[in-house]
Structure formats: C-alpha cells, structure tokens
C-alpha cells in the first residue's frame, strides 16, 4: 500500500503544448514488482495519445509505437473498488520491435506450429529487435489519470547496441534511419488532395519535385510511394456512406467506426432527436490554437431548407481571421435546452488537452440560443452577429426591388432602426416604426412583414442586451457560410440530403479535406487542378485594406470605389459609410457585404464622415463608464489612472489638448460620471472614441463589464478609507 500511496500522491502533469514527449514529464522513481525500481509519472487518460505522438517523434530517433497488448474491463464486469485495481492495461512496442528479422534475430512465435512466412512484414528495415516500450494502467482509484510505466526507453536491441536510426550505423542508407510510416501531417495532405479530386500522379508528380529541391530524401515523408497513395485513392472510391439501409443504423455504425472523431452522440428516442458532434484532431488543434484567449463563432441551422438534419458549426478565426470550422453538430432541430449538453462535452474535451485554456468571448447568429448555458460553460462573455439577417434583407431587397435609389433608402432607414436599438433601451419599437415608413417598395415590405415581423421582438431585446460583433467578424462568417454552401450542397442527385449518413460521410471526408487545404501552405502547387468548391482567399473586409484610398471618389450621396480586380471600372456604393450600402457589383448583389461597401466605410470613417462601427461605440461606451468608476484598489486605480493619462496623451495628439479638454476631461480625480452625462452626448461619445488608437481596438467587447461595474460602484465607499492610508504610504 505504500507503494500506491506514494503513486497516488504524484503530480498529474499535462504540459501546455499539443504533444509531448518524455523529455517533457519529470519522472519519479518508486520501487515495483519484485523489488525492481519503476520509473514512471501520472498524465491525464486524455492526453495519452499526444505522449505517444510526441514519444514517436524524437529528432534523435524517430519512431511509431503501437499497440502491442491491450486488457480492459468491459462496462459490465463488475469489480471491487480497490486502490491497485486496473481499469484498463496498454503496451505500447516500438515499431521496430520487439521481433528482430536481421540475419540472425530472434522472433517470436505466435503459436507452437509457428511458421516463418514470406511476408513485407519481415522485410529487416521494419523489425529490428527494438526493446523501447512503456506501458499505460488506467487505474480504479483515479479514473481521469494514466500511470506511464517507461523503464525502457533507449531504443536498443538486446545486445544494448543502437538498432534504428541515425545512431545506428548499419541503418545507414536504408529506411530504418527514419520513422517506420508517414508523418500524419502527410497522410492528411494525401487524403485531402484525393478527397477533392487530385489525381495520383499529379500528387507524386509534385512530391518528387519538392524531394530534388531539398537535395534527396531527408525523413520518411520524403519516401512516400506511389503504391501507398494508390492504395488510399482505391479505398476512398470503393468507399460508401450508406453502410445500412436504415439511416439511424447507418449512423450508429459510424460513429463506432470514428470514435476518435466523435465527441457527443446521443441516438435517437421518443422524446429526443439524434444529435451528433464530428471534430476530428486537427479541428481539435486549431480550437485550441486559434480560440485561447479569442473568439469562438457559432453558425446555427446551415441548410435547414434543403436538409433533413441541418448543421451547425462552431468556428474559430485564424491569424488573418478567416473562420475554420473546428466542430459540427448535426441535429434535426436548434433547440436552445440541447445546446448545453454537446457544449459541455466539447469544453471537457478541449479542457483535457490544454487545462488552461479560456475563451475570450462566444458570438451567437440566433437570439434564441441559450447564454445563461454558453455562460455557464464558457465562462466568457456574449457577443451576437447581425450578419445571416443583414444578408437575407440585401438579398430580398435587390430581388424585389428594382430601383437603386429606392433600394438605398430602404436600406438607410434599416440601418437607422437597427443602430438606434443597439444603442440601448427604450428603442426596440424602431423596427416596428420602420414598417411604417418604408411604403415605396410594396414586394419587399410584404415579405418584411411576413417573414420577419414576428421576430422583432426577440432579435430587438438580443440587441438590446447583447454587444455587436464586429464588420470583419460578420465578414468571415458570411465567407464560410458561402464556402460550406459550394462544398457541402452540390450533389446532382438532391435525394441524398434527407440521408444523414451521407452528410456525416460529406463532412467528415470531402468538406473537412477542403477546410484543411485552406491552412495548407502548399496548396498553390495545385491551383490548376481547383474547382468551384476550392473558394478560398482572403475575406471581404480583408480585400479592402488592399484598395488604395485614391480607389474612392465620394460624390454626394453616392462612392465610386475602383476594385483589385478590373481597375478600368469603379463600382457605384449608395449609403457609403454605412454597413448597409448598396453596390452594384455581382457579390453584393446576393446579398452579402463587398470590398467596396468596406473600402468605403473606412475611408469615411478616416475623413471623420461618419460615427464609429456600432461595435466599436459600445466598446467605447463601457471604456467610459470603467474609467468614471472609482475603483475599490489601491492597484486597479493606479492602473486605470495610468490608461487614463496614456487615452488622454491620445487624445491630445490627435485633437489637440484644448478640444479635448472641452469635450471629456479624463482626469482620474476629476472624471465623475456626472460630468461626462452632463458634457458628452452618445454621438459625441462615438465620434470621440474614433479618434482613440487603442492597442487590439478591434477586439469584441461585452457589456458584461456592467457587472465589474456595480462592483466597484457598491465597494466605492471602502475606496475613500483606502484613499487615506495610500497617500500616508507615498509619503512615506
């Protein structure tokens, strides 16, 4: 028992990067079976996988382990509950072992009638007699946590000589300098370049290009053969998603088949429908990459009109922030009580990788999604995108109204009613009002009132209550809504799309393959094999910081913006400055939001023609009320003292000082929040703040900080005691 008592006292270690190796751990001697000393740590159960990822990727020798026995107690066994107990039992082999098939090895025999048999598998470069091994216990006491037992871990043969690998001077000029199978990157690469229809001997073709650049063959990717890649592409075309004429059973079979790439899966019963999360490791990569500390995105009910199970995504924005899917959720229904269920296990699942990570903020499309639950799990603040309504507004106003002008105005008043419900509350009856001033186009008031009149009263109070995101997050989600739709809807025969096997089947093959290819740095080499489906590139907002400002010609109430691609024709932007211009460009006239529409906001809100983003005046609004609240620390208001100068160094800079005196005096003693209400209007406010250079000024912000707000508010008279003893301790 002491034994395990001083097991069960170890650290869990779980190091903060997507792999690790030994070198990583700090292990702990502790005497075992038969007086022998173990050296072994404790790692999450979760995490096993990313040792041995890391453990086969040792620079100095560079292996695969596998799996070489495996006990495990079956959910039905019942057992006692005791300290030493086992739950399950993996051993893990280097590749290379533990047969040795050199001239003279020793290998063992699977039975006593063994037969050597004339097989690849005894080819000498893929068995050496490699005695690396480490084992796994999943234990009863501790569930959650693997004990690694690693007590061989030279990669030697018996004799103690080095038996693969540069080490290994017999190895040299064979493969058993290198890893035993392809890198899983390549692998992937293979598989996504098969899946989007690039041909075998296109895929070698470049390979062995990029092989001669570098000089000849360097690790085991640079090895890659033709046999294996055609025996990947036969198996993708013998494949096929209908593994069962029932739907439901189909389903249930894969996901017994990818148990790796699914996270929740609930099969259908009389009260709940199917409900089925897909993320694959490297979506789990990227949200752990791209979502610390950032933004996480949700876009709800994709192809809820075409699909028997819609799909909802949650996607994370990458450094130039185009979303990358990084898990969907299948479900015939968006109900917001299922939310908190696949939620809940997808942050365990992400939490088991890396413990430290933290949202910075989760953006909704849907005013009926649950917040108290994303709250409760996420722990961030809420954000809501505007963007799928905006978009199915400019897409029936262009469709249904024929002129320009008319077009523009109803898009202005639009504009008008959403930003005076943004700006808080007591105007949530501005939509309703906008029904009653916009007559001049009959059409598209019809379909206003009809489609979306029922729903004002919800999306008025999310508004109300929910900051905006901002124009590049909007931007990003309208531009993967648009590739999911060339990728995932083009089938000819539409009867597969009440078949949820063949959407789990689509996803996880054919449209993750492309999402990846778009982080794949390569993928220019095969440019000329692209279709439709490969829409990829910079987003709207992004291709407007390329357009020079001497692009755009403001004329009254109408831009001439020149674009990137035909610089011989300037596209006429009616509204410009606002979000809900209107161009006459083919992009914008489906609906969604264009460079020139961007190109044009920008360079009205450098001229100072316009109010700051809706965002960006909600930011501004709760940087003001923080700054005008005392704080109850002595450390807190030091600091907001110091951001207070710095904002009003800013601000003399960019207005001069004796403007910004008059407007906001920013004086940490002197900066009462009767002085701002009395001197500053929201207007002013809004106008002000564009003036402000704030480091991540585009970050989203959440009108959550109203809850650090009433704190202070209410601690304000502990902060007059502290005021005391801190000018006692400066002048001491």
């Known amino acids: 028992m002491a034994r395990w008592d001083e097991i069960l006292s170890l650290p869990v270690q779980s190091p903060p990067t997507l792999e690790f190796a030994s070198s990583d751990l700090v292990w702990s001697k502790i005497e075992g079976w038969r007086d022998n000393i173990d050296r072994l740590a404790l790692i999450p159960f979760a995490r096993v996988d990313d040792f041995v990822r890391g453990e086969s990727n040792n620079k100095e020798c560079p292996t695969r382990f596998h799996v070489e026995a495996r006990r495990r107690r079956t959910a039905k066994t019942s057992y006692k509950p005791k300290v030493d107990g086992i739950l399950e039992y993996i051993l893990y082999w280097c590749s290379f072992g533990p047969d040795d098939h050199r001239k003279g090895g020793i290998v063992r025999p699977s039975r006593s009638t063994y037969v050597p048999k004339n097989k690849p598998s005894g080819r000498p470069n893929t068995k050496r007699g490699c005695t690396c091994h480490f084992i796994v216990k999943r234990l009863i006491a501790e569930p959650s946590v693997a004990l690694v037992i690693y007590n061989q871990d030279k990669h030697v043969d018996k004799k103690g000589s080095p038996c693969h690998g540069p080490q290994d001077k017999k190895a040299v000029g064979t493969r058993a300098m290198y890893a035993p199978y392809i890198s899983e990157e390549l692998r992937l690469r293979v598989l996504s370049l098969l899946h989007v229809g690039v041909s075998v001997e296109t895929i070698m073709q470049r390979h062995n290009e990029s092989v001669e650049k570098q000089g000849g063959p360097c690790n085991r990717d640079d090895l890659l053969t033709h046999r294996y890649v055609r025996r990947q592409e036969r198996s993708i075309r013998r494949s096929t998603y209908e593994l069962d004429e029932d739907d439901v059973v189909s389903i249930s079979l894969w996901v017994e088949s990818h148990q790796n790439n699914v996270f929740f899966y609930e099969d259908v019963s009389d009260s709940d429908p199917l409900v089925l999360g897909i993320q694959t490791e490297w979506q789990l990569q990227q949200m752990i990459q791209f979502g610390n500390c950032r933004l996480v995105a949700y876009h709800s009910e994709f192809g809820s009109n075409k699909l028997k199970y819609p799909v909802q995504t949650l996607v994370v924005f990458n450094s130039e922030n185009k979303a990358i899917p990084v898990a969907w959720i299948i479900t015939p229904r968006f109900a917001s009580r299922d939310i908190h269920r696949w939620m809940r296990a997808l942050y365990n699942r992400v939490r088991a990788k890396d413990p430290t990570w933290k949202l910075a903020g989760f953006v909704v499309d849907e005013p009926s999604a649950d917040i108290l639950a994303i709250r409760e799990v996420f722990h961030c603040s809420i954000l809501i995108c505007f963007w799928h309504v905006r978009h199915a507004w400019h897409k029936n106003l262009m469709k249904r109204c024929s002129e320009m002008e008319t077009r523009a105005e109803i898009a202005k008043k639009l504009g008008q009613a959403v930003n005076k419900v943004c700006k808080g509350p007591g105007s949530a009856s501005a939509l309703e009002d906008f029904t009653e001033d916009a007559v001049d186009a009959a059409e598209f008031m019809d379909y206003f ?43 000819k025969d539409k009867s597969v799309y009440e078949r949820a096997d063949w959407l789990v089947n689509k996803l996880g093959n054919k449209v993750y393959s492309y999402f990846w290819l778009d982080e794949y740095s390569g993928k220019a080499d095969f440019a000329r094999y692209s279709k439709g489906e490969w829409l990829s590139g910079p987003t709207a907002w992004r291709k407007s910081l390329m357009i020079p400002d001497s692009h755009v010609n403001i004329e009254g109430q109408c831009a001439k913006v020149i674009g990137l691609k035909d610089q011989d024709k300037a596209h006429l932007v009616l509204n410009p400055g606002s979000e809900y211009a209107i161009c006459d460009c083919g992009w914008s006239k489906m609906g969604n939001l264009c460079e020139h529409v961007f190109k044009a906001i920008k360079f009205c809100r450098d001229k100072g023609s316009v109010t700051p983003s809706m965002s960006m005046f909600q930011y501004s609004k709760a940087l003001i009320k923080i700054l005008n609240c005392s704080p109850f620390d002595s450390l807190v208001r030091d600091h907001a003292a110091s951001l207070a100068v ?87």
């Open 449 to 491: 009132k009809a489609i979306w009149y029922p729903k004002l009263g919800t999306w008025a109070r999310a508004l109300e209550t929910l900051p905006l995101a901002s124009q590049e997050t909007c931007a990003a989600m309208e531009f993967y809504h648009k590739q999911l739709k060339l990728r995932l809807l083009n089938e």
């Open 646 to 732: 710095w904002v009003q160094m800013q601000l003399n800079g960019q207005i001069g000082p004796e403007k910004d005196q008059e407007t906001v005096n920013l004086s940490p003693d002197n900066a009462t929040s009767s002085q701002v209400e009395n001197q500053t209007t929201d207007e002013n406010l809004c106008r002000n703040a564009a003036q402000v250079v704030i480091p991540d000024a585009d970050m989203e912000v959440d009108s959550s900080m109203d809850d650090t707000l009433d704190t202070a508010k209410n601690l304000r008279s502990s902060d007059d005691e502290s005021k005391n003893s801190d000018a006692v301790e400066q002048n001491a």
